[in-house]
């Protein structure tokens, strides 16, 4: 069963190897990616007064978190016979461990939370940051998600619901598609896991006291979150039935 894999990015090439070695795998990516739209954003590591940030928010989204910090620590008690875990294991692992960073980092006073919705934890956190922003909670949000969830035990349950593409490496560029039958030839048919991290930043139009530069790559209209799910319902191409 192949994995996706981010092969060029280089954690301790991107964060420094202080900082890397305390993140586990969705950490590094997440953290990455935010300090990337911080660079776009024109916007400084370090606030010039410690309470210039002090309604900066981040709100982060994560399905699975640091999955691969609990799977290494099964690993090492039940196949290498260890009775002590590291430490970072704790801190590694947990869902909030990205914004946790990055309220540190950037030194942010305002809200910093996670969100853990499945496939919808980066959209919902993006959201969020749009609400409140708008509603002037929070002058500047920065928001998204990351997700590493390559792991044995994370592989097998998700193949187990026959969601996962056989496939190999010269299959995997037409392997994702969800719904569809496989097929055994090319192992077309199902998804593929592999890691990811995904950023905003959001700031109010008007009113910022900062004096950078900022660049617009997109812009939220509105964000709405609400169940759709029906009783008995099943997933399909078409809609829950």
């Known amino acids: ?15 420094g190897k202080p900082l890397a070695s305390m993140m586990e795998r969705f ?20 606030a010039d007064e410690a309470a210039q940030r002090d309604d900066w928010d981040c709100l982060w989204g994560t399905a699975l978190g640091g999955v691969l910090a609990f799977e290494k620590g099964y690993s090492d008690m039940w196949q290498k016979g260890r009775e002590r875990l590291s430490p970072l294991s704790v801190v590694m692992g947990m869902n909030n461990a990205v914004n946790a960073h990055l309220s540190i980092q950037l030194g942010l006073g305002g809200a ?24 002037g909670e929070a002058t500047l949000a920065i928001t998204g998600g990351s997700d590493a969830t390559q792991t044995y035990g994370v ?81 399909a191409p078409s809609g829950p039935h």
């Open 112 to 135: 910093s939370q996670s969100y853990t919705v499945a496939c919808a934890s980066s959209a919902v956190a993006i959201g969020e940051a749009f609400r409140r922003v708008r509603s």
């Open 155 to 235: 592989a097998r349950a998700w193949d187990a619901m026959r969601l996962i593409s056989p496939g190999d490496e010269t299959s995997a560029p037409a392997a994702c598609r969800p719904f569809r039958r496989r097929s055994a030839r090319t192992g077309v048919g199902g998804w593929r896991r592999g890691p990811g991290a995904r950023r905003l930043g959001s700031r109010r139009p008007a009113g910022h006291a900062s004096t950078q530069r900022w660049w617009a790559t997109a812009q939220v209209a509105t964000a709405a979150t609400w169940c759709d799910l029906r009783p008995k319902a099943r997933c």
């Open 27 to 46: 950490s590094q990516l997440g953290v990455a990616a935010a300090f990337d739209a911080w660079a776009d954003a024109g916007l400084s590591r370090q």
């Open 1 to 15: 069963m192949p994995f996706v894999t981010c092969r060029s990015f280089d954690a301790a090439e991107a964060l």
